[in-house]
């Protein structure tokens, strides 16, 4: 092989050095916190799987954007684009036999064959969080609460990220009284979906052709779409017996999150439609007040997946969180944290003789609890000591010739720049330990 030979990584890709591992880690562990904090269990499935249950799930069009392939043994499969599916088919095979309500959640690595920019690669890691077997608006609601409490465990608040929600029962209901066909709903959410990046003047032209609104109709339609509220639904539409029923469903759920502490987090919002077709009931999506990144967060309710996958009809609500777009928000808001190499101790022998002990008082230390290092062959004492600051070391145990005969080691605090010396009983011991 040539000498010069390198292999570039992946487009769409991420290594992860340590220091880069550090704040995912750091995402991981506080997604964790609060998902088990509120009673879920986690888990997790194959990263690849059978190319039929995301065809089943997404249609057709969804292979173009994935990793998919036939293996040796003939099989059409392809790398999880995402984890629903892969929930979906875990339960159909057990769910019936499971106490209810159902909750999972679970942080998996994905994959998507798509244009990269910014917020969006060809692998992330996503927080999935699931509710199955209640259908009513109280597991909507705690899903949106472990999204919005996922990020403030991270430090992020109202200022920093809204969480915009809508009912696709309720724009369906809207629609309807608008008198919007059945057979043009469909073309019609792609419509309000396109919203806001096409503009106002754009969108009704499109609603007149696709919905066959005009006139008042289509005023009102986008006087509800800019309200952003619930108020202007009830007060054109609210005496509509179906737009009233969905109405009193999202006024309980807003109460529900209004008890939890979390309405200034929370906006209604009937231009969030999530382009999934699976989508049965509340929708929401998670963005960052400023505009600047795509979707932190999106998920909704979806109760006939399992049942399309050849489980029991069971409801279901959940989100699914990215690590990319996140993480650029944390170091937007400067609540990455600092990742600089560090440990307990490091010991410095002074010759050959003491190296030995060294060993002995690390592996010591290290039981004890402690993060211990030391040169892996014999260097000068300042060569060691640039090494104990290059990796965070806090102090330093020196074993000299002179101290070890007189039964003794030095402590020396990098912090500080202070030393004493302790007895080598007591480090044999362990009882220095961090």
């Known amino acids: 092989m040539p000498k010069n030979k390198?292999?570039?990584?992946?487009?769409?890709?991420?290594?992860?050095?340590?220091?880069?591992?550090?704040?995912?880690?750091?995402v991981f562990r506080?997604?964790?916190?609060?998902?088990?904090?509120?009673?879920?269990?986690?888990?997790?499935?194959?990263?690849?799987?059978p190319l039929e249950l995301y065809r089943e799930k997404s249609g057709d069009e969804i292979v173009g954007q994935l990793y998919a392939f036939v293996d040796k043994g003939g099989r059409e499969v392809a790398l999880r684009p995402e984890m629903t599916p892969s929930l979906a088919r875990m339960l159909g095979e057990r769910s019936r036999a499971m106490a209810k309500p159902i909750r999972w959640f679970s942080i998996p690595q994905l994959f998507r064959y798509e244009r990269q920019q910014r917020g969006r690669l060809r692998?992330?890691?996503?927080?999935?969080?699931?509710?199955?077997?209640?259908?009513?608006?109280?597991?909507d609601a705690e899903v949106l609460a472990v999204a919005v409490d996922a990020l403030r465990e991270l430090g992020l608040g109202p200022d920093d990220f809204v969480a915009r929600v809508s009912d696709r029962r309720l724009l369906s209901a809207v629609l309807a009284a608008l008198g919007v066909p059945a057979d043009r709903m469909a073309a019609t959410f792609s419509d309000i979906d396109k919203y806001e990046r096409v503009g106002v003047d754009a969108t009704r032209e499109r609603l007149r052709a696709s919905a066959g609104l005009a006139g008042r109709r289509v005023d009102s339609l986008l006087e509800i779409l800019d309200g952003s509220g619930l108020d202007v639904v009830e007060e054109l539409?609210?005496?509509?017996?179906?737009?009233?029923?969905?109405?009193?469903e999202l006024q309980?759920?807003?109460?529900?999150?209004?008890?939890?502490?979390?309405?200034?987090?929370?906006?209604?919002?009937?231009?969030?439609?999530r382009g999934l077709a699976y989508y049965t009931g509340i929708v929401f999506e998670l963005f960052d007040r400023k505009g600047k990144l795509r979707a932190i967060c999106g998920g909704g309710r979806y109760d006939q997946l399992l049942q399309r996958v050849g489980g029991e009809p069971l409801a279901a609500v959940g989100f699914g969180m990215g690590d990319v777009v996140l993480t650029e928000l944390l170091r937007d808001r400067g609540l990455l944290p600092d990742v600089a190499p560090s440990m307990d101790w490091f010991i410095a022998s002074v010759s050959p003789a003491q190296r030995l002990l060294g060993r002995e008082i690390a592996h010591v230390l290290r039981?004890?609890?402690s993060t211990v290092a030391y040169a892996l062959e014999q260097r000068p004492v300042r060569k060691q000591l640039a090494m104990a600051a290059r990796q965070g070391a806090r102090k330093v145990i020196l074993l000299g010739p002179e101290e070890t005969a007189r039964g003794v080691a030095v402590i020396r605090d990098m912090t500080?720049?202070?030393?004493?010396?302790?007895?080598l009983a007591d480090l044999r011991l362990g009882s220095l330990a961090s």
């Open 6 to 26: 390198s292999f570039p990584r992946l487009p769409g890709f991420r290594d992860f050095a340590p220091e880069a591992l550090a704040e995912r880690e750091h």
């Open 30 to 49: 506080s997604w964790r916190r609060v998902a088990r904090r509120y009673g879920f269990q986690e888990y997790d499935g194959p990263p690849l799987e």
């Open 123 to 139: 692998e992330h890691f996503q927080l999935n969080v699931d509710i199955l077997g209640e259908p009513r608006t109280g597991a």
């Open 237 to 248: 539409l609210g005496e509509r017996e179906a737009v009233g029923a969905s109405l009193d």
């Open 252 to 273: 309980r759920y807003r109460a529900d999150l209004t008890a939890m502490g979390l309405a200034p987090f929370l906006r209604f919002d009937l231009r969030i439609v």
């Open 367 to 369: 039981e004890a609890g």
């Open 416 to 423: 500080h720049g202070t030393q004493h010396e302790v007895s």
